[in-house]
């Protein structure tokens, strides 16, 4: 388990985050933990790349396609993410 998912075919991925404490996982199974902060940035949320280093534009821009995104009120357990990566 390191993070990377297989290529050239559709996968389900969810990251947690419950006060900082950060699970990702990857059709329906954990593959990394750790700590990132919940900032309280005025920047725009972005999905599939991440915030330049000087604050403009965007960078590691992923890839693919992405569909199907969700956010949710509260953290995902990891028997939600099971439930939904299986329906």
């Known amino acids: 388990p390191n993070g990377s998912f297989p290529n050239d075919q559709w996968n389900h991925v969810v990251i947690t985050n419950d006060n900082g404490s950060a699970n990702m996982y990857i059709n329906g199974e954990l593959q990394v933990s750790g700590y990132v902060p919940i900032s309280n ?24 396609a992405i569909d199907e995104v969700a956010i949710w009120k509260a953290s995902l357990s990891a028997n939600d993410v099971r439930t939904i990566y299986q329906h």
């Open 41 to 64: 940035s005025p920047k725009d949320l972005v999905i599939g790349a991440r915030h330049g280093n000087d604050g403009f534009g965007y960078v590691d821009a992923y890839q693919g």
